[in-house]
Every structure is written in C-alpha cells, then in structure tokens.
C-alpha cells in the first residue's frame, strides 16, 4: 500500500480527538512511573534555581513562539500552533540531554516537575494571552484536558509504583521504548493527517520550529549566563528551556483546535527536531568540557 493509500487511513484514525489524549496519557503515565520523592527535594533545597529556571521556561519560549509568529507572517493554525509549544511545560527528554550533557541533572529533573505542575494554570493563561486575539481559546478546556491527560496519568504512576513496587518495577524497563512508539505514533498520525498542506507550504512551519528551539537553547544559556550561575546549571536551564512537552501541545492543539488542523504540525515536528538538537547541544557542552579538563559528572 502506498504512501498515498496510508495518508487518508491514518487521516481517519486521527479524528477522534481522544486517541492523541491517550497516547500522551500513556507517556505521563511512564513520566510518573520513573518519578521518585527524591527528584522534588531540590525544589526545597534549591527554590531559587528552580525559580529562575521556571520563570524561564514561561517566558522565554511563549514570547519567542508569539513573536517568530507574527515575524513569519503564519496563519492562525500556525499561529497557535506555535504559541501552543511555547506555552507547555518541559519535557522529559530534556532530563536525558542534561544528563548527557553533563549538567545539573538534579535541577533539570525539578525543573521538569515543576513545570509540570504548573502547566494546567499557566499553559491555558498564557496561550489565551498570546493567541487568544488569533483564534477562539478554550482557556477552562485545556486546563481540564492538561489535569486528565497529564496531572492525572503522572499521578496514578507515582501511586502504582508506590503500592506496586515489583510489579512495577519490571513496567519501568518497558516504558522508554513504549512512551517512544506513543510519541512516534502522535507525531505519525498529525504529520499524515496534514500531508497535503506541508507539501504545498510546510518549509515555513520547519524553519520556524527549529529557530524556537534554538532560540529556546540559547536564550536559556545566556539567562543563566547573565545570573552567573555554575556550568551545570546553565546547561541544565539551556536544555530544559529549549525542549518542550510537544505532545502535549500535538494533543491540546488536536482536541481543542480542530476547525485548524494544522495546529498539531508545530507539536509533531517540534517532538522530532528538539531531540535531535538537544543532542547535538549536549555533545557540543561534552566536548568543550574535555578541553576545559572538565570531569565526567553530572549535577
């Protein structure tokens, strides 16, 4: 079956607006999983840093999002789909760069939680703001949605795993590479969905994807540069400013957006493109390390 026959299928699959949800539910559901009550103390040890990185987060890349937006001249599925990305919370790839980068994993993993927990107040707020003037936004909606397909999953990972440790101690080593396939098959069924749009004008959401990554990265270093914290900590803010929970902006963008189909696009292409980034940024921080006579350690 060719490529042509796949495209409408997969197109079908993806309308209902819940199997996104669930996906991403799947991959929380792992994030909560792999959490520990030991990965919060450096919010108490160290509230500083992880308010610095925060505030960070939810600054940098909306306002970027919203101003690459309007510079590029997008359209309002575009537009929103963008500012949707710049509006979510970090990733948990991002812990992963950090810890290949050599910086502050700890502070990385805060920062991660955090914001997290901040997303389903500050994610619908700030997209409201942003993008609200371009297209009708369901603040309320999301800030359910986030609770269910994110809050919620999390939560019922941290509790399976407190009060089913073997069992879910043996669901940890299978997670990874099952939050991978959910993701790649998000990102699968939104690019398929809208093949036919990129082919006639999709070099513009790439390019403008990928400089709202980079400027995420860089801005994040220089943020961190400026306050004149330690290595480790710049690169830990640098890579947890720059890469996003871009399947949760896929899914909000897909249930609440749906009259603007290419609202997801941003997300999808984000997910791949940030992780190929933040690994080059990390081998770029290893590498300049070694020639600083840096010791291979984190945090």
Not at 149 to 156: A, E, G, H, K
């Given at each position: 079956m060719n490529s042509v026959c796949i495209t409408p299928v997969l197109a079908a699959i993806v309308a209902p607006k819940t199997l996104i949800s669930v996906l991403l539910g799947v991959v929380m559901f792992g994030m909560g999983l792999a959490?520990?009550?030991?990965?919060?103390?450096?919010?108490?040890?160290?509230?500083?840093?992880?308010?610095?990185?925060?505030?960070?987060?939810?600054?940098?890349?909306?306002?970027?999002?919203?101003a690459l937006a309007r510079l590029f001249g997008l359209n309002e599925a575009l537009t929103v789909g963008v500012v949707l990305v710049g509006c979510c919370p970090g990733g948990t790839a991002s812990n992963v760069m950090t810890y290949l980068a050599r910086g502050d994993l700890a502070l990385s993993v805060g920062m991660t939680g955090v914001s997290t927990i901040l997303a389903p107040f500050l994610t619908?707020?700030?997209t409201l703001l942003l993008a609200g003037k371009t297209v009708e936004?369901?603040?309320?909606?999301?800030?359910?949605?986030?609770?269910?397909?994110?809050?919620?999953?999390?939560?019922?990972?941290?509790?399976?795993k407190r009060f089913c440790p073997k069992a879910t101690e043996r669901a940890v080593r299978f997670m990874p590479t099952v939050s991978s396939?959910?993701?790649?098959?998000?990102?699968?069924?939104?690019?398929?969905?809208?093949?036919?749009?990129?082919?006639?004008?999709?070099?513009?959401?790439?390019?403008?994807?990928i400089l709202h990554n980079l400027c995420g990265l860089a801005l994040g270093y220089l943020i961190a540069f400026a306050l004149r914290l330690a290595e480790p900590k710049r690169r830990a803010l640098c890579i947890e400013v720059g890469m996003q929970n871009s399947g949760l902006a896929a899914s909000l963008a897909a249930a609440h957006f749906a009259a603007y189909p290419m609202a997801a696009v941003p997300g999808a292409i984000f997910s791949v493109w940030h992780n190929i980034?933040?690994?080059?940024?990390?081998?770029?921080?290893?590498?300049i390390g070694k020639k600083n006579g840096e010791k291979g350690e984190n945090g």
């Open positions: 959490t520990k009550l030991e990965d919060f103390k450096v919010v108490f040890s160290r509230p500083k840093d992880i308010a610095i990185g925060c505030a960070a987060q939810f600054t940098i890349m909306p306002v970027t999002a919203w619908p707020a700030l936004v369901d603040a309320y909606g999301m800030f359910i949605d986030i609770l269910w397909v994110v809050i919620l999953p999390i939560c019922l990972g941290f509790a399976a396939i959910a993701i790649a098959t998000i990102i699968a069924l939104i690019i398929a969905a809208n093949a036919h749009r990129l082919a006639t004008g999709g070099f513009t959401v790439f390019f403008v994807v980034s933040g690994a080059l940024v990390a081998r770029c921080f290893v590498r």
